[in-house]
């Protein structure tokens, strides 16, 4: 069990209203860094007015330079609508994927687009990763709070839309292990349907 009363994990949580604030993730005793951003209104809209069964859903490895024509190639072959908002998706995935790659030191990445309708990873945990790029699209966003000693986080707090979270993940290199658990936040029942990008190093596995 973590020992958070005497500082022996990283519990930092630190945001910003810049990209930049990604990069935080290799300060010492951080354990997730927070971009705030507000997805383009059009962009939004796009995506809301989708149907659920056009939602772009994909789980595939690819190099940097591939990820924009993965992600529009994907969106084409479900259906997505305008092609505006394809090619503003393809746009942003692969922006994020280059900030993921820059701060971890990889080009092979594992991308995956997630529909997710029901309770699906809502037990709070750290991933068994190095590091992992959580954006929701689509819907609520990634809950989050420090471990107590019960396992389970005393405040929970959750991401907005669009707000892109680069959080440590147990296999994270040196440092402190990590005292921030996360989550997705449980929508079952509720009519919701989220759309979640998820983005790893390509020889992490998923949880």
């Given at each position: 069990m973590l020992d958070l009363a005497r500082g022996a994990a990283a519990c930092d949580v630190i945001e910003g209203g810049s990209v930049e604030v990604l990069r935080d993730l290799h300060r010492p005793g951080c354990a997730a860094a927070i971009?705030?951003?507000?997805?383009?209104?059009l962009f939004s809209q796009w995506l809301d007015a989708l149907p659920?069964?056009?939602l772009p859903r994909l789980r595939s490895g690819v190099p940097l330079h591939g990820v924009a024509n993965l992600v529009q190639d994907t969106c084409r072959a479900a259906f997505s609508g305008a092609?505006?908002?394809q090619a503003l998706l393809a746009e942003d995935v692969a922006r994020l994927a280059a900030e993921f790659s820059r701060i971890a030191g990889k080009d092979a990445l594992q991308i995956r687009l997630d529909v997710v309708r029901g309770n699906a990873c809502s037990k709070f945990h750290v991933d068994y990763v190095p590091a992992r790029l959580l954006c929701t699209y689509r819907g609520a966003g990634t809950q989050y709070g420090l471990a107590s000693e019960t396992g389970e986080p005393e405040q929970v707090q959750q991401m907005q839309a669009g707000w892109v979270g680069l959080f440590r993940g147990r296999l994270w290199p040196g440092d402190l292990p990590c005292?921030?658990?996360h989550r997705s936040p449980p929508i079952a029942g509720s009519g919701e349907t989220r759309l979640l990008l998820v983005i790893d190093a390509a020889q992490d596995s998923d949880d």
């Open positions: 971009w705030q951003r507000r997805l383009p209104p659920d069964g056009c092609d505006a908002g005292g921030l658990l």
